[in-house]
T-cell receptor, first 116, second 112 residues
Framework: DTEVTQTPKHLVMGMTNKKSLKCEQH?????MYWYKQKAKKPPELMFV???????INESVPSRFSPECPNSSLLNLHLHALQPEDSALYLC???????????????FGDGTRLSIL | RKEVEQDPGPFNVPEGATVAFNCTYS??????FFWYRQDCRKEPKLLMS???SGNEDGRFTAQLNRASQYISLLIRDSKLSDSATYLC?????????????FGRGTQLTVWP
């Protein structure tokens, strides 16, 4: 069982829709991450939140907007997505940000997103 | 050059076989190392961290060679349930906060 919970598990949306992905962890981790993964590829980092502040944006298009309401929650707001944005979106957390710690990241089971 | 290189496989082995995966990393400042497994259409799950002295967890043994910048994973007595993609993951000291570097994964299929 994963200790990082993501909702929804599946999402189908049109290119004009607005939706949000949610991620929650109750392990007291202070770093949280969004990744995008396409089939047969490794996860690609999108955003890192460290102590509830955005510390990394990997040049992600503005149609993806992250939000960290508190230390346990991470959202990813989606608007005007393109078909190529269809992918598995993974949330992860770690005890401390990676540069300060040897602790691994723990992944949620992902949201499978399809853009029509 | 990619930060982390892995042989993508696929590796197809019979049950009970021993199989080894290799991974090399390019940055000598690399700090921490992990093996994750990922089942088809599932999330990556931490299999084991890799320590400088090498470490073992049941049928799984991980080795680190800092001089050669090389990590390995050995699976003994393979089970059908070991079929998955194995990701080599590296954290580089001084990298931007929280940045992990993933290999492309090695696909393993264990057949009966």
């Amino acid at each position: 069982d994963t200790e990082v919970t993501q909702t929804p598990k599946h999402l189908v949306m049109g290119m004009t829709n607005k939706k949000s992905l949610k991620c929650e962890q109750h392990m007291g981790h202070r770093a949280m991450y969004w990744y995008k993964q396409k089939a047969k590829k490794p996860p690609e980092l999108m955003f890192v939140y460290s102590y509830e502040k955005l510390s990394i944006n990997e040049s992600v298009p503005s149609r993806f907007s992250p939000e960290c309401p508190n230390s346990s929650l991470l959202n990813l707001h989606l608007h005007a997505l393109q078909p190529e944005d269809s992918a598995l979106y993974l949330c992860a957390s770690s005890q401390e940000p990676g540069a300060y710690s040897n602790q691994p990241q723990h992944f949620g089971d992902g949201t499978r997103l399809s853009i029509l | 050059r990619k930060e982390v290189e892995q042989d993508p496989g696929p590796f197809n082995v019979p049950e009970g076989a021993t199989v080894a995966f290799n991974c090399t990393y390019s940055n000598s400042a690399s700090q921490s190392f992990f093996w994750y497994r990922q089942d088809c259409r599932k999330e990556p799950k931490l299999l084991m961290s890799v320590y400088s002295s090498g470490n073992e967890d049941g049928r799984f043994t991980a080795q680190l060679n800092r001089a050669s910048q090389y990590i390995s994973l050995l699976i003994r007595d393979s089970k059908l349930s070991d079929s998955a993609t194995y990701l080599c993951v590296v954290n580089i000291r001084g990298s931007t906060l929280g940045r992990l570097y993933f290999g492309r994964g090695t696909q393993l299929t264990v057949w009966p």
